[in-house]
Each structure stands twice: as C-alpha cells, then as structure tokens.
T-cell receptor
Framework: KAGVTQTPRYLIKTRGQQVTLSCSPI?????VSWYQQTPGQGLQFLFE???????NKGNFPGRFSGRQFSNSRSEMNVSTLELGDSALYLC????????????FGPGTRLTVL | SQQGEEDPQALSIQEGENATMNCSYK?????LQWYRQNSGRGLVHLIL?????REKHSGRLRVTLDTSKKSSSLLITASRAADTASYFC???????????FGKGTKLTVNP
C-alpha cells in the first residue's frame, strides 16, 4: 500500500496570509491526526478526524482548523499566519481512532516570513 | 504539553556499540511508543509497549517499561550508521491529546 502522502512538501508564506495543507491517508485508514513540530515546543497534537468528524483537538488557537472528506483525505488550514507558525506539520493515519500504531507522512515544512 | 522527557538529549556512539535512550513521563498511561525520525522527515513507528508489559523486543530493539518509576528505555543493539536519527517516546494517556511526545534523543552512530 502507498504510505501517507502530504502536499505540498514545502511552503513559504508571509505573515497574515492563510495556508491549507493536505494529507492523504493510507488506503483503508479512516482516522487522520495532525501534529506540529517545532524546535522549541517539539511535537504537539493539533487535531484528529474520523469519519469526517473532529474527535479531538489539541491546545491550539482557533486559527488552526481542519476537516476531513468522505474519502478520508484531510486538510488543515491556518489563517492569519504568524512567524511562530513556522514548523513541520505532520499527518498520521490509522485504521480506527486508536493510537496503537499511527503511520506518519513525510510532513509539510511551512516557513512564515 | 510535553509528557515525556528523553535522556540524553544527544548521544554519539561508534558502529557496533549499543545505544540506550531513556524516557520519563508524568501521568499514568495506556501505552508508550517509540518513534524514529530521520532529519526533519516523518516519524516511523518502532515499537509499542502496553502499561501491563515490562519488556518487549523487536529485532535489534529492546524496550522496557517501569510504570512505578514512570520511565521507559529503548536499547538499540549493535548499532549501524543507518540508525542515526532522532528517537522520540510518545505516551497514550487515553485523553484527548492522542499521543504526547517527548523532545527526543538525537543519536549519531559514527562509522
């Protein structure tokens, strides 16, 4: 099976703009989680989607949002970008909302100037 | 919020040596997992150990869990240059945060 794919791989934006990142899970996986990784804060959980519904949300401001489509593909959106949003955004999928094994994509590197 | 703390933050060894990384956490957990990350790329799941297990093996990996001390260790035996990566522990507390990751140990294996 193909792995988790994320697009784009690299992105450069300026402060105040918004950005949309995409994640395609492994075929058959219906749960998608998003994480933000920064040198200062490390890996932090953003949110989890299952069957097009947000199940859990981490401690991030409302500027961070996401959604999941009927084919399990997921997008996350960050509005009004700040310099501190520069990070590697990782998507992970699993068959069901279980944390037993999550399969991570290669990530999207977002740079905010 | 960070749950796990890996120790050491960085480790440099020679090929063939064993590498031991430790992880401490603060609250009770359902399971603890170890992941590897190569230079700013995605994470690869290595091994999961449940709260009622004390030791688990997978190939050259050995993981122990001591719930009374709230700590875990990852041992990589006979290390190879290809093991060079950052290693993270992640805990599942059964709450809304899914996996909570530590800050990782950066392992360098010199050929």
């Amino acid at each position: 099976k193909a792995g988790v794919t994320q697009t784009p791989r690299y992105l450069i934006k300026t402060r105040g703009q918004q950005v949309t990142l995409s994640c395609s899970p492994i075929s058959g996986h219906r749960s998608v989680s998003w994480y933000q990784q920064t040198p200062g804060q490390g890996l932090q959980f953003l949110f989890e989607y299952f069957s097009e519904t947000q199940r859990n949300k981490g401690n991030f401001p409302g500027r961070f949002s996401g959604r999941q489509f009927s084919n399990s593909r997921s997008e996350m959106n960050v509005s009004t970008l700040e310099l501190g949003d520069s990070a590697l955004y990782l998507c992970a999928s699993s068959e069901i909302p279980s944390t037993d094994t999550q399969y991570f994509g290669p990530g999207t590197r977002l740079t905010v100037l | 919020s960070q749950q796990g703390e890996e120790d050491p933050q960085a480790l440099s060894i020679q090929e063939g040596e064993n590498a031991t990384m430790n992880c401490s956490y603060k609250t009770s957990i359902n399971n603890l997992q170890w992941y590897r990350q190569n230079s700013g790329r995605g994470l690869v799941h290595l091994i999961l150990i449940r709260s009622n297990e004390r030791e688990k093996h997978s190939g050259r990996l050995r993981v122990t869990l001591d719930t009374s001390k709230k700590s875990s260790s990852l041992l990589i035996t006979a290390s190879r240059a290809a093991d060079t990566a950052s290693y993270f522990c992640a805990t599942d507390r059964g709450g809304s945060e899914k996996l909570v990751f530590g800050k990782g140990t950066k392992l360098t294996v010199n050929p």
